[in-house]
């Protein structure tokens, strides 16, 4: 039975080890540069905060971080955990970070080569995905690992349950599957795409399993409703503040409770319908969520500015028809990926950031991977010129490489700014919530950078 076993694990990395570490490789090409970040940003001050508590429950209950209309415990809890381990060490949290980032990009690879059975397929999907420079922010910030959780813990349920329903073992697998639903959502609530997109999934394909997916997802929600609205008492959204708010082609700075009701929706449908357009076409919009239209600039520029360069809409106008062709062959299939993008865009009412496209980049990513195995076939068949495809795929890694490339340069710039602080202390009495920052936190990274600027009194 052991050497069985072996013999499987054996088959199992011949099979996909090459592809799995070609993707390690570009991660740590493309996101090694920036690991020595100084994390003086207020967001990194209050992450490395959390580890300082002595009752970690709060994340539970919802004592911490109650000003914002977000429950995301499970996060909270995993850099509390990393703090009693390594204390403030930063680099640690960064690569926790690309790891989690790495994860989610290796899981999109097995989900699509589930599905297609093309590891081609399944490798470029999962290497676009990979250099988005969406990405970035869930990088550089330590708490914004967040996302990346969210992904991973609600791609590795979907593909338990394709698992589990070939094997047939869907009923021993349910507790598994709500786990890791759960763990999605009480990461960030944009984990609520992947319960919404299992249960269409098995409405869609595999319908005599819709009843027990029906009663994981209902459990989810109710479990995560109980707990956020029920235990935590968590704010609602009618009073969030944002002082950058995309609107048609202005930003704003504005507080949704001074507005009526008719009002806020005429926001949050434009919030919505941007994040949905915005996923498969994100230089059109500003990163507040402005509309910017397609204003060109060089060739090769890929940094998240208002700009477009040919590189990029090359490689929209590329994504996008290769998406189309995954439509027209899959159609059922496509809706699942489809109804991720959907979910995640609907829960982005209340804000228009790239960082919160990630859920919805397992959608174009995977759609992505069933169009591109379409046309592979198509082009085994012999209904290609016979260098078409070939040429195609030089494309494809062309661009993987030249994004790769400048989100590694754009990660880079990012660091080098925040190193250039000369003061943590500054943007933490700047704060509206001051008194949620640990000082000694901040003490410790004066410390640990030389600071030589002192920290002035908030009293």
Known sequence: MKHKDNLQLFVFFQKHGYAVASLCLLAFGTFSYYLKIRPFATDDLLALSFGTLRTPSSFITGKWVEWLPAYRPLSQLSIWMQFQLVG????????????????????????????TNSRLAAFLAASLMLVDIRVATALIWIIERQSPLAVLCGSSAILLFLYAVSSNHIKSMSIWIYVLLLFSVLSKEYGLAYAGGLFLLSCLIYRNHWKIVSIIVLCVIITYFGLRFGIAKNSGASDFC???????????????????????????????????????FPRVFSTAGQWNGINMTSWLDVAPDISISVIDLVFMLVTFGVVCVSFYRFPRLSLFFLALVILNAILSYLLYRTRNHLVGLTGVYGLFGLGFYSLWQDYLRGKFWKFSLPVFISLLLTIIAIKAS???????????????????????FKHPYSQYFDMDVVQQLREKYEVDTECFDDE
């Open 88 to 115: 403030i060490e930063p680099i640690s949290y960064y690569i926790v970070n690309i790891l989690l980032w790495l994860g989610c990009v290796v899981i999109l690879y097995f989900f699509v080569f589930q599905l």
């Open 242 to 280: 944002e002082e950058q708010i995309g609107y048609r082609t202005n930003t704003l700075s504005l507080c949704y409770s001074d507005y009526d009701l008719q009002t806020r929706v005429k926001f949050y449908t434009w919030n919505v319908g941007a994040t949905f357009v915005g996923t498969f």
């Open 406 to 428: 400048g989100l590694s340069n754009y990660l880079e710039m990012m660091a080098l700014s925040y190193s250039e602080t000369d003061n943590p202390c500054t943007e933490v």
